[in-house]
């Protein structure tokens, strides 16, 4: 079985942690990191030993990435969520998953009805 490819979206301070554990575990890869601040993304992926970095637009367009990690604010999990599962990604995300009961039920089911799976930090 080959390592499950990540992508990273949103380099904030949380995403040292995320960087330095994931590489503890041999079935996983880190891809690719992406935020807005694309020099930020660049600099943590190069902290890292990240091969890639960019946009949230390029984690989700690459072809290696399995699982992208939503490390955003809160106010746009959601969307984000959402725009990784239109891309056929399973979704790991910081919490909450969304900030609203309506929204948040619509994105498991977008989940659920694209074969993917979403998951979030406790």
Known sequence: MSA????????????????????????????IVGDLDTERAAAQAAKHGVPASGTG?????????????NLT???????????????????????PIGLDRD???ALLAQADAAGVRIGSAP
């Open 57 to 69: 637009d390029d984690v989700l367009a690459h072809p290696g990435v399995d699982l992208v990690i």
């Open 103 to 105: 929204a948040t039920r």
């Open 73 to 95: 604010i809160p106010a746009v999990h959601v969307e984000v969520s959402r725009a990784a599962i239109a891309a056929g990604k399973h979704v790991w995300t910081e919490k």
């Open 4 to 31: 499950v490819g990540i992508g990273l979206i949103g380099a904030g301070v949380i995403s040292d942690t995320y960087l330095e554990n994931l590489g503890a575990f041999p079935d996983t890869e880190v891809l």
